[in-house]
């Protein structure tokens, strides 16, 4: 777990008379409060329970968040955001965090609220930290730290939590010196100011900057040290990181025991305050250590344990998705039966007008006989056309709908069909590893698998995602493709400049029928040394994407492919259909295929796809 991204908050946020959690939920059930009030405690409480973590916080911050918004309460509204984005960020849905966070940088942006432009650089930081995308990171607190070096808050500890984070980043640059010297500012000034909880983080950080670096020996006196003043605090929800890292170090001297202990202890602390991050890395760490030491046995239970854990992230963001759908539909179910009951008053007030007008025409009969035919007629005939256009309406939906689900079913029924032999393959071949080869390469590989195939079914149900997104599926299915060949296999992927991999989108697995068609019939049987190049490129308003493989060409894979068995391409096929299924009016697709020949030969073949966007 980064802990540092936790600093910057408590330190920027919480009162100066600082309060329990229970102190300040009972002031909110036992005063009254003014609603500027009544948010100051909700965020407050949120702040001192930040570790905690529980659900509570979630519903408080998003209380603060609704009373901010209704009597136009600016700064609230910002802290009140900040503090939903630290829930989701505690509980590992970056995604969501983003968002929240993202709102109160913009909102204090705006309204030019230096210290909360801060916070929200900061804060977002962390979460590309959390992302890998670290050279994003650095900007924003570098930013942040010439802001607090502009306002003379040199040694405040305001600072001290943007070099916190600033070092992890430096850290995950693999800048290790620079890490130091910003972890080592931020003792000097906490240890000026006797702040236990900076301290800690500042020793545990430098600990681990040495553990990254293989120095566990230089490493292990700042962990111990954190270690020793985080209980001495009683802060223990800062000590499953230096646990698990102390751990490690022991393992390389050797020391197994202690290892274990360290380990179970770290896990210990996590659980109770859901400390998913640091759970991760212990379960993970048990894993490394039981597999080392040949007790196979709780090296598998481990990994059920690590794996299990790195699922539950995904299963809680399912399940979230899952309820806000629940709730959709139940309340479109509700203004369905009440448009339905709208419609039996409407006709029974037509039903009864009707009874009224009837007397009425009865009375009358024999003075209006004339007036009343025409009425009638005109009334029958106004009253069938609406009937037609109403029928015809109704028709017209049923059929939309009914069409829509059909692609999106028949989309989705195709998405799910283009792996399953691709995925016995795979285990195939790792089997393999497990029984003859590599039993690390076999495990790395494994968990390869798992995770490609858990970000399939993720994008199966998308219309579309990012580019880098694409090519990282592609990149995991061609490590495992590449078990399935000698060292003579070798691939390559370029993007064009024009490009950006982060904002740009495609359909998911779109490219992956080609690569396979490739891998399969052009370079499975080809001899000597086999290349494959996916490209990415940018041309009015187009993405190619183009695949070439240096295999023995259509023609040659055409007349294996007769003489074993008459079939059609399976991945050829759906591809076909899926983009068929695809085009719009606004976006086409279409693909070109061309036979490259050397002297006469067949040397290969280059796939295009092309992606147009109209205007």
Known sequence: MRIGFFLLFVLLTVSSNAQSPNEIEQKLQSLTLTDSARVELLVDFCVANTFANQPKNLTYAQKALQISRKIKYPLGEIRALNCVGNYYYQQAIYDKAVTYYTQALRLATRLKMTENIVIGNSNLASVYTRDKKFE???????????????????????????????????????????????????????????????????????????????????????????????????????????????????????????????????????????????????????????????????????????????????????????????????????????????????????????????????????????????????????????????????????????????????????????????????????????????????????ENFTTLTREILSFSGKRSIMLSAEIELLKRYLELEKMRFNDDFEYHIHVGSELDPDFDSLPPMILQPFVENALKHGLLHKKGLKKLEISFAETNNSLLCTIYDNGIGRKASRELTERSVQHESFATSAIDKQLELLNTDKTTYSVSYEDLYKDGIAAGTRVVLKITHKE
């Not at 040949?294 to 239970?301: I, L, N, P, S, T």
């Not at 009865?362 to 609406?386: C, E, H, P, S, T």
């Not at 069909?417 to 497990?434: D, G, T, V």
């Open 136 to 446: 994003k990171a650095l900007v924003l607190l570098k930013e942040a730290d010439k802001i607090l070096l502009e306002n003379g808050s040199k040694d405040n500890p305001k600072r001290a939590a943007i070099l916190t984070n600033l070092g992890i980043a430096y850290s995950d640059v693999l800048q290790y010196q620079k890490a130091i010297d910003c972890h080592e500012e931020v003792l000097r000034i906490c240890e000026s100011a006797k702040i236990p909880f900076g301290i800690i983080l500042a020793k545990s950080n430098i600990g681990s900057c040495y553990y990254k670096q293989n120095q566990f020996e230089k490493a292990i006196p700042f962990l111990q040290a954190a270690i020793r003043i985080a209980k001495e605090n009683e802060a223990s929800n800062l000590l499953g990181q230096p646990l698990a890292e102390l751990a490690v170090c022991y393992q390389k001297k050797k020391d197994y025991a202690r290892a274990t202990k360290l380990l179970n202890e770290s896990i210990a602390i996590s659980k109770p305050i859901n400390d998913q991050n640091n759970l991760l890395t212990a379960y993970q760490k048990l894993h490394e250590l039981a597999f080392e030491t040949g007790d196979y046995a709780k090296a598998y239970k481990t990994l059920l344990l690590y794996q299990s854990k790195k699922d539950s992230v995904y299963t809680i963001e399912k399940e979230q998705v899952i309820t806000r759908l629940s709730e959709a539909f139940e309340s479109e179910k509700k203004e369905s039966k009440i448009k339905g009951l709208l419609q039996e008053k409407r006709i029974t007030d037509l039903k009864n007008q009707t009874q009224e007008r009837t007397i009425w025409i009865l009375v009358l009969v024999f003075l209006l006989l004339a007036v009343l035919a025409f009425a009638l007629f005109r009334r029958y005939q106004n009253r069938k056309k609406n009937e037609l256009l109403r029928a015809s309406y109704e028709e017209a939906t049923r059929t939309l709908v009914a069409e829509k689900r059909a692609t999106e079913s028949e989309l989705t029924a195709l998405k799910s069909q283009m792996n399953p032999h691709f995925i016995f393959n795979a285990l195939n071949s790792i089997q393999h590893l497990f029984m003859y080869g590599d039993k690390v390469v076999a495990n790395k590989q494994l």
